[in-house]
Structure formats: structure tokens, C-alpha cells
């Protein structure tokens, strides 16, 4: 459970000092539950780091659904396409999806899936895709810059679907 931190002035103060103190109070707020969002962050990658290792040579339980999961999403694909995933694990999907697009930005919290996810897309002789380890709360992106964002079996694990969304949808250009 996130806390919230903040700075209470108790008694009368005239409206400048008051504004200048409140809105001190929000950002110093603001950035305590960032840094406790960090925290969590951290404690979340080290958790899959541990799994990682394990992840990345588990069969897919339903290999018949995954196929055409990946049958129907690249029936969206166009070559020119600039595609985002997050929460990319080891990189096999966006590595299954490289030769239907320009370029894909697989971002995925763990150091270690991703370390992975360069190993494999090495392997495989694939270089359209940038594996980069970051959350979807800390990526940077321009707005509209998208053709594509995927997020496959990801959404469960977030804490704040809603503001996912909305960085999502900022990333999207038009018709994306």
C-alpha cells in the first residue's frame, strides 16, 4: 500500500505563503510516492530476475491459442510499422513479429528478461528489435510516435491499468 507523505501548516497564514506551502505539499508528495513507486518498481524486477532463467525455457501451455493469437495480431502488421511492447519477458513474441514490421521497442521491467531477450534476438539473427529494460510508468516516448503497442498477458500484473492506458494511447498515432 502506497502512503502518502506530506507537510501540514497549522494555523493562519495569508494566501501567498499558503498557496506557496500547499502546492510545495503536492509536489513533495508527488515525489515521495514516486520514490516509493521506484521502490516497488526495483522489488518487482528483482522478483522476475529470479524467474527469468525458469521463464525463458517453459514450454507455452497452449501452443495452438498462442499461434493464433500471433496470426491475428500480425494481420494488423504493416511493414512500415514502429512497434512498442511492453512487458516483452524474454523477447520471443516481439522476436516472432520482427519480420512483419520496420522496427519493434520491447521494453521489459526484469534486467535478466531482457538480457535473454538480447541473447535470443542475437541467436536468431534479428536486428529490427531493441530490447530495452524499463516500466511502462518510467518509458519516455514521444506522443503519436506508435504505429502498434502491445502489451500480451501483461495487464493483470500492473498497478495502474488506467494510467497504462493513457500513456498508451498517447504513444498511438492517429489510426494506431
Known amino acids: 500500500m502506497k502512503q502518502r507523505v506530506g507537510i ?9 505563503v499558503k498557496s506557496f506551502f500547499s502546492t510545495s505539499r503536492q509536489a513533495f508528495t508527488s515525489t515521495i510516492m514516486a520514490n516509493d513507486m521506484d521502490r516497488q518498481t526495483a522489488k518487482t524486477a528483482k522478483l522476475w530476475d529470479r ?10 501451455k497452449d501452443e495452438e491459442a498462442y499461434q493464433k493469437k500471433l ?10 510499422d514502429s512497434v512498442l ?10 522476436i516472432i513479429h520482427s519480420p512483419y514490421v520496420q522496427k519493434i521497442l520491447a521494453t521489459d521491467i526484469s534486467p ?45 500484473l500492473l498497478d495502474n ?7 498508451v494511447h498517447s504513444w498511438l498515432k492517429p489510426g494506431g
Open 112 to 156: 535478466k528478461m531482457i538480457e535473454i531477450a538480447r541473447k535470443k534476438a542475437s541467436d536468431a539473427g534479428v536486428t529490427n528489435v531493441e530490447f530495452k529494460q524499463v516500466s511502462i510508468n518510467n518509458l519516455q516516448l514521444p506522443e503519436q510516435s506508435q504505429n502498434v503497442v502491445l502489451g500480451m498477458s501483461i495487464l493483470h
Open 51 to 60: 524467474f527469468a532463467d525458469g521463464y525463458s525455457k517453459q514450454p507455452i
Open 71 to 80: 496470426k491475428v495480431t500480425q494481420s494488423y502488421f504493416k511493414p512500415t
Open 8 to 16: 501540514y501548516i497549522i494555523g493562519l497564514l495569508s494566501s501567498p
Open 161 to 167: 491499468k488506467e494510467e497504462a492506458m493513457r500513456k
Open 85 to 94: 511492447e511492453f512487458g516483452c519477458g524474454t523477447g520471443g513474441t516481439s
